[in-house]
């Protein structure tokens, strides 16, 4: 029997038990769904923090007061004590060969007022150097902090031109904990990973520190530390065993943290992986749901068509023709369950990408969460079909293997 002859006769089949078919089919297409709703969200969160983390640029590093190992990255430097950074760790810091610029910076949450409307924003206390050490951050208008500045204040683009029913320009005056500032500076918009700088008021470290909780000048949450791009992991193991000497502490009583932007990297996709794996556990299970749907499926249209077998083979029909007839049915269904699993499943990914770019609107990522490949629609297909084939072997042994009288006497 030629192969248009089976896809032939395995059509007829699967539309002569319509229902029980599409209730078969049904069961692939939530495990395909899955898998790329799954796949596809997980491809673009990790490409979208890959780019992010690719804004801040690869010569920025970061030291936290606090062991990560302690205390998990995002505690680091806000549950510590205060005082655990100092101007002694900066002058460490400044003396590493690599080192281009060193920011310190303390932080805060304060009441900003402008045109009688108020606004608790997040407040960054820091010294010049921040827009050196942050060099993919332009100044859209005006200027930054310099040294010896006093009563002034730069904007985030976000705070600047959003926040308040009308915009704020460089030389306004706001309110800050009820203190008159002026702006000397709007930031360029960032929009991406870590985009709390949109949405930030910056101060000099001695006009933050009443505002700080406990942090202040020579009193640090955290140091930033521009380095040479080539060399900066490098350059940060260099910092971290200058600042273990100056701090005395060894590996296992460490009270700091230095993160690159890789280490970062790493540790998020290390906790993003562990998330894919258990939720691919779950498609996983859908599709085994859907192959032992398609099994039960063809068991039963072997007993049901048990006689037809004997006729087909009393007709000359060999065991390899009949396995292979009910193998293309099987793998039929798994070829309709996977194109339309492969639609709701673009359907899925599509509201997931429209739910998160409706909460996440300019103040986190600046790209999309869902990535569709071309592969991974391959990846879907191919085993939908692997899927069908795989819960087809075993019923169409079971016909392969009937004796065509016994299968002619069948009632």
């Known amino acids: 029997m030629k192969f248009d002859d089976s896809l032939k006769f395995a059509l007829n089949n699967l539309t002569t038990r319509g229902l029980r078919s599409w209730l078969t089919i049904i069961g692939v297409i939530i495990g395909v769904a899955a898998i790329v709703a799954i796949v596809s969200v997980g491809q673009g969160m990790q490409e ?16 936290l007061a606090g062991s990560s190992f302690q205390m998990g990255i995002a ?42 409307q108020n606004r608790t924003l997040y407040m960054y206390g820091t010294n010049e150097n921040w827009a050196k050490v942050r060099s993919s951050f ?5 200027r930054f902090l310099k040294r010896g500045d006093s009563g002034v204040v730069v904007l985030g683009n976000t705070i600047a031109k959003e926040a308040f029913d009308k915009e704020i320009f460089v030389g306004s005056n706001i309110k800050i904990e009820g203190e008159s500032f002026r702006v000397i500076g709007i930031l360029e918009k ?33 140091i930033e530390v521009k380095v040479d791009a080539e060399r900066a992991e490098e350059i940060a193991e260099k910092m971290k065993e200058k600042l273990m000497i100056s701090r005395h502490v060894n590996e296992e009583n460490i009270d700091f943290t230095v993160l690159t932007p890789k280490t970062i990297a790493e540790m998020v996709f290390s906790i993003m992986n562990t998330i894919n794996l258990f939720l691919y556990g779950i498609a996983a299970i859908s599709l085994v749901v859907g192959a032992v749907g398609i099994a039960n499926t063809m068991f039963t249209s072997v ?28 793998a039929l269904i798994g070829l309709v369950g996977g194109i339309l699993g492969l639609f709701v499943g673009f359907i899925i990914s599509g509201t997931i990408g429209q739910i998160a770019a409706y ?16 592969g991974l629609i391959i990846f879907a297909l191919a085993f939908s079909v692997i899927i069908g084939v795989i819960s087809g072997i075993f019923p169409a042994r079971r016909a392969a293997k009937l004796q065509p009288v016994e299968a002619l006497r069948y009632e």
């Open 190 to 222: 960032f929009g991406g990973f870590g985009s709390d700088e949109d949405q930030s008021v910056y101060l000099t470290l001695e006009d933050a520190e009443p505002y700080s909780g406990g942090f202040g000048v020579d009193n640090y949450y955290a």
């Open 75 to 116: 505690q680091a430097g806000y549950a510590r004590a205060a005082g655990e950074l100092d101007d002694r760790d900066v002058r460490v810091i400044e003396a590493v060969e690599g080192v281009l610029h060193v920011a310190p910076d303390i932080f805060g949450f304060v009441e900003v007022s402008y045109l009688k």
């Open 303 to 330: 007993t049901e068509r048990t006689r037809q077998i004997g006729i087909l083979k009393s007709l000359g029909m060999t065991n390899k023709e009949v396995m292979n007839l009910f193998l293309v049915e099987s």
């Open 48 to 63: 979208t923090i890959s780019a992010e983390l690719g804004s801040l640029g690869g010569d920025v590093v970061f030291v």
């Open 359 to 374: 909460f996440l609107r300019g103040a986190m990522f600046r790209t999309s969460f869902i990535s569709i490949t071309p």
């Open 138 to 142: 332009n100044i859209e208008s005006g």
